[in-house]
């Protein structure tokens, strides 16, 4: 059985920061590429950052360089560190596996 749980959401002032996990199994994790993705009240859900299995990365014009993607396949997680935080950036967080496999999403509130 597949599953990726997201965890670390929660309320941030706007300028703090916070750190997003994904912990995968049920799949082969070092040969999946993984991907953060977010959707926000009454809006898409949209493609934020992607890291691939060889680590190479990929950002959303509107978090490069406040946010950063990581991965361990030791522990078989992705991680999303975001930083300069802004109430834009509300939203509900999905992680997703290259096989398309869905978390159940984290909830990330920033206030102004």
């Known amino acids: 059985q597949v599953q990726l749980v997201e965890s670390g959401g929660g309320l941030v002032q706007a300028g703090g920061s916070l750190r997003l996990s994904c912990a995968a199994s049920?799949?082969?994790?070092?040969?999946?590429?993984m991907y953060w993705y977010r959707q926000a009240p009454g809006k898409q859900r949209e493609l934020v950052a992607g890291?691939?299995?060889?680590?190479?990365?990929n950002y959303a014009d509107s978090v490069m360089g406040r946010f950063t993607i990581s991965r361990d396949n030791a522990k078989n997680t992705v991680y999303l560190q975001m930083n300069s935080l802004k109430p834009e950036d509300t939203a509900v967080y999905y992680c997703?596996?290259?096989?398309?496999?869905w978390g159940q999403g984290t909830q990330v509130t920033v206030s102004s």
């Open positions: 997703k596996s290259g096989e398309p496999y």
């Open positions: 049920g799949i082969i994790f070092r040969f999946n590429s």
């Open positions: 890291i691939s299995i060889r680590g190479s990365t």
